[in-house]
C-alpha cells in the first residue's frame, strides 16, 4: 500500500525543479511581506504574536534551502525534506496561532 501511495507522487528531480521554483518565486515576496509587518510591528504595536515569530523562523529555512541548492552532494531528499520543514511552519504559523490581533497588539 505505502509503494502505490508514493507513485502519486512526482519524481524526485521534478519534485526538486518545482520546489526550487517555487521558493525562488515566493521568498522574495515572503521577505516583502516580513519587512511590511516588521514595519508595523515596529511603529507601536509591539506584542508577542507567535506569527511574528515563525515568520522569521520560516524565512531562515528556506533560506538555507537556498544555501543548500548550491552545494555539491545535498540533493534529493534531504533538499526535499527542507520544503516539508518549511512547509509544516507555514501550517504552524496558521494553525497553532490563529490570525486575533486584538489579543497581541494593544
Not at 27 to 41: H, K, R, S
Not at 68 to 96: C, E, M, N, T, Y
Amino acid at each position: 500500500k505505502q509503494v502505490e501511495r508514493l507513485r502519486l507522487l512526482p519524481p524526485l528531480p521534478t519534485a526538486d525543479r518545482v520546489g526550487h521554483m517555487a521558493v525562488c518565486i515566493g521568498l522574495p515576496i515572503y521577505t516583502a511581506a516580513i519587512l511590511v509587518g516588521a514595519g508595523w510591528v515596529w511603529h507601536g504595536h509591539l506584542g508577542a504574536d507567535p506569527k511574528a515569530v515563525l515568520a522569521p523562523l520560516n524565512w531562515c529555512v528556506y533560506g538555507f534551502y537556498l544555501y543548500l541548492r548550491d552545494v555539491p552532494h545535498v540533493r534529493g531528499k534531504r533538499l526535499q525534506a527542507l520544503l516539508v520543514l518549511g512547509f509544516v511552519i507555514a501550517l504552524a504559523s496558521l494553525v497553532i496561532a490563529p490570525h486575533d490581533p486584538g489579543k497581541y497588539y494593544g
